[in-house]
Each structure stands twice: as structure tokens, then as C-alpha cells.
């Protein structure tokens, strides 16, 4: 069975950094497009930034642009995170999900979810 999981997230204080994974298993990485989404309490799924398995990145939210930096490691099927200049608004629940196509041009559109590894940012 296809499947995703995350991992890294955590308690960082503002102004700190983080890398969350997201580990597929169950298929092979060629061929899918990989995104990254978070959703808060009360507010709407966003989404963060997507990778093709050519290393191609989309992103999707204005206000991590010059934060992060998404890789790929399409031998171990990862896909990394890396957030930086954390702030409290940051704080979410952040979702991987894989697509067999480019990057849905809405963020969006996806064949499969993980569960999810939470991050909060607080002093």
C-alpha cells in the first residue's frame, strides 16, 4: 500500500529552525510529485511548497518564500523540509502528500496524505 509519513516536528522557539520528512513507501518515487501542507485550529489547509523527483520546486505560500528549502532524496524516497525564522503563525499541523503528475498548479489535488507531524512555535 502507498503510504506517507512524517516526522521532525516539534517545539521550536521563534526564530528557530526545523527539517520535517516525509517518507514514502509502497511505490517508487519516480514519477510523483511531492507537497508539503499545513493546517491550524480553526483555519484552512495551505499549502507550503510541492518537488517533482527532477528536484523541480513549486511554492505555494508567500509567506515562507526565503524560509524554506524543500530536497529530495528519490533513492530513500524523502522528501525534506526545512523551515527557518520560525514564528508562532507557523504553528500547524503540516501534511505530505504525493500526486503521480507535476505539482497541481491549486496545491490541492493529491492521491495520498500522511498523518501529519505537528509543529508549534512559542516562546
Known amino acids: 500500500q502507498k503510504r506517507l509519513a512524517e516526522s521532525g516536528g516539534g517545539l521550536v522557539k521563534p526564530g528557530g529552525s526545523l527539517n520535517l520528512d516525509c517518507e514514502g513507501s509502497?511505490?517508487?518515487?519516480?514519477?510523483?510529485?511531492i507537497g508539503w501542507f499545513r493546517q491550524a485550529p480553526g483555519k484552512e489547509r495551505e499549502g507550503v511548497a510541492c518537488i517533482l523527483d527532477n528536484g523541480a520546486v513549486t511554492i505555494y505560500a508567500d509567506s515562507v518564500k526565503g524560509r524554506i528549502a524543500i530536497t529530495r532524496e528519490n533513492l530513500k524516497n524523502i522528501v525534506d523540509l526545512r523551515i527557518s525564522k520560525l514564528q508562532p503563525e507557523d504553528t500547524a499541523l503540516y501534511h505530505c502528500?504525493?500526486?503521480?503528475?507535476?505539482?497541481?498548479?491549486?496545491?490541492?489535488?493529491?492521491?495520498?496524505w500522511g498523518q501529519g507531524t505537528q509543529v508549534t512555535v512559542s516562546s
Open positions: 509502497g511505490f517508487k518515487s519516480d514519477g510523483y510529485a
Open positions: 502528500a504525493a500526486v503521480y503528475s507535476d505539482c497541481p498548479g491549486d496545491g490541492l489535488t493529491w492521491d495520498f
